[in-house]
């Protein structure tokens, strides 16, 4: 079992920036591609970010290209979300998922393909 745990949510202005953290205390972690979405309040889940298990792959939804930036440290067993320039249609709980592939794999835009979920962490962008 993979415990996945967001950090890094809170409260700003529109204009402002936050990086999300996604951690685990699982080595294997390093094997996992790893998405990121986001559920804002009467809302469908949304697609985010994804990256891939070797970090050289990335993904982004079309909301947020240009904005935000997944990346991974492998070494820390940890995946970032950078988001700048956040907007009020930002506001959302974002959590991070992961999965784990073959080297080659590409991670998937859809949530039902992630195996381990977060519990989430509230980003929050005033106007």
């Known amino acids: 079992q993979v415990q996945l745990v967001e950090s890094g949510g809170g409260l700003v202005q529109a204009g402002a920036s936050l990086r999300l953290s996604c951690t685990t205390s699982?080595?294997?972690?390093?094997?996992?591609?790893v998405g990121w979405f986001r559920q804002a309040p009467g809302q469908e889940r949304e697609f985010v970010a994804a990256i891939s298990r070797s970090g050289g792959s990335t993904y982004y939804g079309n909301s947020v290209k240009g904005r935000f930036t997944v990346s991974r440290d492998k070494p820390k067993n940890t995946v970032f979300l950078q988001m700048n320039s956040l907007a009020p249609e930002d506001t959302a709980v974002y959590y991070c998922a992961s999965r784990r592939t073959i080297l080659t794999a590409s991670p998937d835009v859809q949530a039902a393909w992630y195996a381990y979920w977060g519990q989430g962490t509230q980003v929050t962008v005033s106007s």
């Open positions: 699982r080595s294997l972690f390093s094997e996992h591609a």
